[in-house]
Each structure stands twice: as structure tokens, then as C-alpha cells.
């Protein structure tokens, strides 16, 4: 090995859908450099098979905001988002599906709840409460405007939200329920969230639906919906 790579942010900078873009740059990184990769304890050890890396170490210089090295540089602590091209270069699709392949144990505790095969992401929470300046919350009446748009049954949706979330044998994980039945819809019209863009990476839906946000923020009604898994979630650079 050459040296060593950490992430320590993952959990106290974004939720899960963040905590993925983080995790994967790393692991990247690190492979590229062959160096080894360490990470602070977090979701991504509990429910998927492939992800083990072992715990930091020593304390190593932390990179400034979304820095990737450009010199093959080891022995630092990545910091950020790494919501951009440069981050996305260091794997592949076929990367994030094996890394990120669910546990035995997610399958089975969820296996009950019926996956529907039209599944829409309502995303709410903060973006209403904390960021309602950066980010757009979508109403329901566009989804339905554009369910019907693109040709399908609008009386079909099952509707994924997180302020009425189901109930799992493992209190705290109920969004687990609503992760696996993003990933196994048919067709999935999802959210300016990186958590329903996940679901749409990591699963396979044989049509996926984006909203277009661009100069759009706050409580709207009126957003058009794309073909594609498209990465854009917000407003900003």
C-alpha cells in the first residue's frame, strides 16, 4: 500500500444520499493511488456487503472543501460533497453497484413491502424547514402533471415521503423501506435529491424521471420532468 486515504465526514456532512457521493471519491481515490482507505464508523458498513474498510487510524492533514489531489497525494483526510466530474472519474457504474450491494439481512427485512411498479419521491424534510432558499420543493400536483405528460397512469403512483414514513423491524432505519422501493420501481419519477438519484443508480428501473430545477427554489407547482437519471438537484454551480 501507498499510504493511506481517510474520509472522516461521512455522517456529519449530509444524509445517506451525500454520504455515497463521499464514500465512492474516496475509495476511488484511493485505489488509484493504491493507498489504503480508511473511514469513520457509518451506515454504509452496517448495510452493504462490500463496504469494511477499517476504522482511522491517526489523525492525517484534512483537505480544504471538495479537493481531490491532482498529485497522486496520500496520507490526508478527504472533505466534501464530491458532487462533480472530477470526483465522478474515479468509478464507474459497475463500481458503485458492487460497493454498494445491500446486505442479506436489507433484502430480507424488507422483502414484505411490496415493491409498486410506478413510485414517485416526494423530498421534503430540510429542504422545507432549514433550505428553502437553496432548494425547491416540488408539489405533488407536478408529479401528477407530469405522470400523465409522459404517457402514464397517474391513479398508479406510489408515493415515497419521508414525513410519512412506514415502519421497519429496526427502528431508525424506516427509510431503508423507502430506499429499496425506489430502487426496485418500474418507474420512478424522483426528487431533486441525491437519495432518490441513488436509488435510480443502484437499482434498475426501466424508466427514470428528473425534475428540472434550474433557477428554481422554494414550494413549486409548476416543474417539468425529463427521461434520465439526471444529476442536477439544486440551483447552484
Given at each position: 500500500m501507498n499510504g493511506t486515504v481517510q474520509i472522516g465526514c461521512l455522517g456529519g456532512l449530509g444524509r445517506f444520499g451525500n454520504q455515497l457521493f463521499q464514500y465512492a471519491c474516496a475509495r476511488g481515490y484511493a485505489r488509484?493511488?493504491?493507498?489504503?482507505?480508511?473511514?469513520?464508523?457509518?451506515?454504509?458498513q452496517?448495510?452493504?456487503?462490500?463496504?469494511?474498510?477499517?476504522?482511522?487510524?491517526?489523525?492525517?492533514?484534512?483537505?480544504?472543501?471538495d479537493v481531490v489531489p491532482k498529485d497522486h497525494q496520500t496520507n490526508v483526510c478527504f472533505y466534501g460533497y464530491f458532487q462533480y466530474t472530477d470526483a465522478f472519474d474515479l468509478y464507474t457504474l459497475s463500481d458503485l453497484r458492487e460497493w454498494f450491494t445491500l446486505d442479506d439481512w436489507v433484502n430480507e427485512e424488507t422483502h414484505e413491502y411490496r415493491p409498486s411498479s410506478l413510485v414517485a419521491h416526494l423530498r421534503r424534510g430540510?429542504?422545507?424547514?432549514?433550505?428553502?432558499?437553496?432548494f425547491c420543493t416540488i408539489d405533488e400536483s407536478a408529479y401528477v402533471a407530469a405522470v400523465k405528460e409522459h404517457g402514464w397512469d397517474e391513479h398508479s403512483i406510489h408515493w415515497i415521503r419521508e414525513d410519512k414514513p412506514m415502519v421497519l423491524k429496526r427502528p431508525g432505519l424506516e427509510?431503508?423501506?423507502d430506499f429499496t422501493t425506489l430502487m426496485k420501481a418500474e418507474i420512478l419519477f424522483r426528487a431533486n435529491s441525491t437519495f432518490s438519484w441513488w436509488?435510480?443508480?443502484l437499482g434498475n428501473p426501466?424508466?427514470?424521471?428528473?425534475p428540472?430545477?434550474?433557477?428554481?427554489?422554494?414550494?413549486?407547482?409548476?416543474?417539468?420532468?425529463?427521461?434520465?437519471?439526471?444529476?442536477?438537484?439544486?440551483?447552484?454551480?
Open positions: 488509484k493511488v493504491g493507498a489504503q482507505l480508511e473511514t469513520n464508523k457509518w451506515i454504509g452496517f448495510i452493504f456487503k462490500n463496504v469494511n474498510d477499517p476504522p482511522i487510524s491517526k489523525h492525517l492533514p484534512q483537505l480544504p472543501l430540510d429542504y422545507v424547514t432549514s433550505f428553502a432558499s437553496i427509510w431503508l423501506i436509488a435510480a443508480t426501466k424508466f427514470v424521471y428528473s428540472v430545477v434550474d433557477g428554481l427554489r422554494g414550494h413549486q407547482t409548476d416543474v417539468k420532468f425529463v427521461s434520465g437519471n439526471t444529476p442536477r438537484c439544486v440551483d447552484l454551480p
